[in-house]
């Protein structure tokens, strides 16, 4: 099991930007791919990036395509998740996720440890 811990959610205007960490407790994330999800109040659990173990591919929703981006170093055992010209809408708690595998994993089943959560709002 993989304990992870997300950081530097908070409150930004529209049109600004925030960058989310995920540390993970694992000896090395090599092994794991990584995502990004969000959950607005009284709405599912959405899928927001994802990366493979090594980096070299990823997918992104359409909503914040062209906006987002996610990244990792697997040397400091972290993931990233740049958010640029933020939009009320994209206010939620962020959640980090490890799956399992070489592969790019969209789906929310797909994987297997969660972190707690970190807040973003942006106000308009």
């Known amino acids: 099991q993989v304990q992870l811990v997300e950081s530097g959610g908070g409150l930004v205007q529209a049109g600004g930007s925030l960058r989310l960490s995920c540390a993970a407790s694992a000896r090395t994330l090599v092994n794991y791919p990584m995502g990004w999800f969000r959950q607005a109040p009284e709405k599912e659990r959405e899928f927001v990036a994802g990366i493979n173990w090594s980096g070299g591919s990823t997918s992104y929703a359409d909503s914040v395509k062209g906006r987002f981006t996610i990244s990792r170093d697997n040397t400091k055992n972290t993931v990233y998740l740049q958010m640029n010209n933020l939009k009320p809408e994209d206010t939620a708690a962020y959640y980090c996720?490890?799956?399992?595998?070489?592969?790019?994993?969209?789906?929310?089943?797909?994987?297997?440890?969660w972190g707690q959560g970190t807040q973003v709002t942006v106000s308009s």
């Open positions: 996720a490890a799956g399992r595998g070489l592969g790019l994993l969209t789906t929310h089943a797909a994987y297997k440890d």
